[in-house]
């Protein structure tokens, strides 16, 4: 059961048994239960999604939102913001990689970080599918496993290196029923977070790191979000 709790206490902030030390390849083996988080993710926020189902959408939205942002203890937004400054800065290489590992944040940071929260609360202020809250989050995490498995880490001392080479199949079996009915919205996802990693990739000079691989979830999150609106 090592894996399976390694991925919920990384992926989220649920309570999990006390894990001691983390053993090499403990985190590869953890990603084979990454969609698993997600769909714990998307149960509270299906449950919340009903209990405030009367309020107006808006103000249900805000509170989808800050939810959503508290499962994951803000993990994947502050990859976000950190990639912004990196990705975006028309600095070298080597100065974007320093830049991704600076704990400060810039303008790029604070105006990407703005939009992605706006744009996605007013995607969950339109009342989407308590279904869909369950599913996005497992299809997002099993798709984050396609871009660690084909791009290589960029920084060979980070986290986003010790995940590498996820367990995509057991993962596709698990998220299977959430892409089964929602096939579009994955097929959607999937395609923009390979695209997305492509691009930085190319920025970060062929690599990746745990930060953009924050990025590509947030960001998957407003894809899905934005095509099952699109749909509606």
């Known amino acids: 059961m090592r894996p399976?709790?390694?991925?919920?206490?990384?992926?989220t902030i649920f309570p999990v048994p006390r894990l001691g030390e983390v053993r090499d390849g403990e985190?590869?083996?953890?990603?084979?239960?990454y969609p698993v988080a997600g769909y714990?993710?998307?149960?509270?926020?299906?449950?919340?999604?009903?209990?405030?189902a009367a309020l107006p959408d808006g103000l249900q939205g805000a509170i989808l939102l800050a939810v959503w942002l508290a499962c994951t203890g803000l993990l994947h937004l502050d990859g976000l913001l950190d990639s912004a400054d990196a990705l975006l800065s028309m600095k070298?290489?080597?100065?974007?990689?320093?830049?991704?590992?600076?704990?400060?944040?810039?303008?790029?940071?604070?105006?990407?970080?703005?939009?992605v929260l706006l744009l996605k609360w007013q995607?969950?202020?339109?009342?989407?599918?308590?279904?869909?809250l369950l599913c996005l989050?497992?299809?997002?995490?099993?798709?984050?496993?396609?871009?660690?498995?084909?791009?290589?880490?960029?920084?060979?001392?980070?986290?986003?290196?010790?995940?590498r080479e996820g367990r995509v199949a057991p993962a596709f079996l698990l998220a299977l029923p959430a892409i089964f009915f929602f096939p579009w919205v994955a097929l959607a996802v999937v395609a923009a977070m390979l695209l997305l990693a492509y691009w930085a990739a190319n920025r970060l000079g062929g690599g990746i790191s745990g930060d953009v691989y924050g990025m590509l979830v947030e960001l998957g999150e407003v894809v899905g979000l934005l095509v099952f609106v699109a749909m509606l």
Not at 27 to 33: E, P, R
Not at 150 to 155: D, H, V
């Open 92 to 115: 070298p290489v080597a100065e974007r990689l320093r830049i991704l590992g600076d704990l400060h944040l810039g303008s790029f940071a604070f105006g990407v970080g703005f939009a």
């Open 40 to 52: 714990l993710i998307g149960a509270v926020l299906a449950l919340m999604a009903w209990l405030t």
């Open 123 to 132: 995607l969950l202020a339109s009342n989407p599918s308590p279904w869909l």
């Open 27 to 33: 985190m590869k083996a953890a990603s084979a239960f």
């Open 137 to 163: 989050p497992a299809i997002v995490r099993f798709g984050l496993l396609l871009p660690m498995n084909r791009f290589p880490a960029a920084r060979p001392e980070g986290l986003g290196a010790r995940s």
């Open 4 to 11: 399976l709790w390694l991925a919920v206490g990384f992926l």
